[in-house]
């Protein structure tokens, strides 16, 4: 095994460790060891202009580092940081997006996995601007979410929670929502 999967190894086992903290309460320890993560990212996958080095980066190690950001982004938001949870948010969407871009003979199944990923960053994304009453933004996300739940037929709670969001900020901007409103009765009734 070479130095970059022996580096990575340690990003992965820190990243479950970090989890295993945040899933106990214990935040600044989770904290620490979500940047310890970042801090191999970056060494890894990151020139000194903080882009992307022009090799070629795997999907898996894409994924493990959205994850990072996204748990981050989550972790700041709970702590209602929510400068720093936008600007972790916002790196998981750009890198998801470079998966979208090109994984496009990709398996059903692994582009499920990351439109679900990223319709989770969004979807929190949406929930920090709703608070900073950034109602536009905050709306536009909540469309892209939904539209990539109703491609997926996925009802569920955050459907259900992303079409109430939808239905206040189009009434707050004096938009129709029946469209919305339909959605949300077929919403429970699958769910129920």
Not at 116 to 128: C, E, H
């Amino acid at each position: 095994m070479n130095t970059y999967e022996n580096v990575l190894k340690e990003a992965i086992r820190l990243n479950k460790l970090a989890q295993e903290s945040a899933n106990n309460t214990m935040y600044q320890e989770a904290e620490e060891r979500w940047k310890k993560c970042e801090e191999i990212y970056t060494k890894l996958f990151f020139n000194e202009e903080k882009k992307f080095k022009d090799s070629d980066i795997e999907r898996r190690d894409i994924l493990i580092m959205s994850e990072t950001f996204f748990n981050l982004g989550n972790l700041y938001y709970l702590k209602d940081r929510f400068e720093d949870a936008v600007d972790y948010l916002k790196k998981v969407i750009i890198l998801l997006k470079r998966i979208k871009c090109t994984d496009l003979q990709d398996e059903n199944n692994k582009k499920e996995f990351t439109d679900l990923q990223y319709a989770n960053a969004l979807y929190l994304l949406s929930k920090i601007y709703t608070r900073q009453i950034r109602y536009e933004e905050a709306e536009s996300n909540l469309d892209e979410v939904l539209n990539i739940y109703k491609e997926r037929f996925i009802f569920n709670e955050i459907t259900s929670d992303t079409i109430q969001m939808l239905i206040e900020l189009r009434r707050l901007s004096g938009k129709p929502v029946v469209d919305l409103i339909n959605l949300r009765q077929l919403n429970f009734l699958a769910t129920s």
